[in-house]
């Protein structure tokens, strides 16, 4: 289970057309060039992905649509998260899994629970879930965050196999390798805090930039996870110059607009987010 999310893994954007429908074709685009690009397995359905304004339709869609048009057979991790843990775990326990090899989840957000709540949380959806289960703590995004202790507690359940970690809180990631199970996997979830946590024990990174950066992401990478530091902070140091403007007008925004430049896809996204501006379109395009 471990090789399968070992390097690095694509957060997938959901194209939209002018209408805002999902666009297949460049969905498939982007598989075959991500696939080409040489990442380790796709993630789709996830913040990158705009689920939080996707139906659960098309949610599935995307999913059977994925599984038909894989290039390279990678490995597929669907993302599903919210605040609500009863309808997370009707929703697991209803979906069919075929051809799914984990399911991540984002700690919930907005309702704030306590570390008790968050690990009673994860432990209903585990126990639900018939694929395995990789824990998302983003608290930026969820307004709080899962404590080294709790992520430890947690990795000892059977069906949690790791965690994408995305505080920026060093410390709490020494803590959490310091202490988690041999077999537990620590992935990255920040792409400019990918080599440093690889360097601690981290195994790869869940990535957004990989979606118009493939082969950058995934060279800089496998350099990391094969000690050769030089050549990974070679990457890094030229990924750090766009990094930025991926985030600055909201994500999935700059990489979108990445992949408009590339001809992968258009930049549409659903409100509340809004097409990049004039300025970030001409930054972008004077990086690339």
């Given at each position: ?13 959901t ?10 074709d ?15 397995y ?5 913040t ?10 098309e ?5 059977k649509f ?15 998260g ?12 209803e ?15 907005y309702?704030r ?13 585990a ?79 869940i990535?957004?930039?990989a ?29 750090s ?9 909201a ?38």
């Open positions: 289970m471990q090789n399968l999310f070992k390097g690095t893994g694509v957060a997938l954007v194209p939209f057309n002018s209408e805002l429908k999902i666009d297949y460049s969905f498939e685009k982007l598989l075959e060039f991500n696939s080409n690009g040489g990442v380790d796709f993630v789709v359905n996830g990158t992905g705009e689920s939080a304004t996707t139906s659960g339709q949610k599935r869609d995307l999913l994925i599984q038909k048009n894989n290039p390279g057979k990678l490995p597929i991790v669907y993302g599903t919210g605040y609500d843990t009863l309808d997370i775990v009707k929703h697991v326990r979906m069919d899994w075929t051809g799914v090899d984990a399911l991540l989840s984002v700690s919930p957000y309702n629970p306590s570390q008790k709540g968050i690990i009673a949380h994860y432990d209903a959806v126990d639900a879930c018939a694929v395995p289960v990789i824990m998302y703590n983003v608290p930026k995004r969820t307004g709080s965050n899962m404590e080294a202790s709790t992520t430890v507690e947690l990795a000892n359940h059977e069906n949690i196999i790791a965690v994408k970690e995305a505080s920026g809180d060093f410390g709490q990631i020494v803590d959490i390798v310091a202490n988690k199970p041999d077999d537990f996997m620590l992935i990255s979830g920040d792409d400019m805090c990918s080599v440093s946590m690889i360097s601690i024990g981290a195994v790869g990174v990535s957004v930039l979606n118009g950066f493939p082969k950058e992401m995934s060279g800089m990478i496998s350099a990391a996870l094969k000690g050769d530091y030089a050549n990974a902070q070679s990457y890094l140091y030229k990924l110059h766009i990094n930025p403007h991926m985030y600055s007008e994500s999935p925004v700059g990489i979108k607009e990445v992949l408009r430049q590339l001809g992968i896809c258009e930049n549409h996204v659903r409100l509340p987010l809004v097409p990049p501006s004039s300025k970030l379109i001409e930054t972008i395009k004077a990086i690339l």
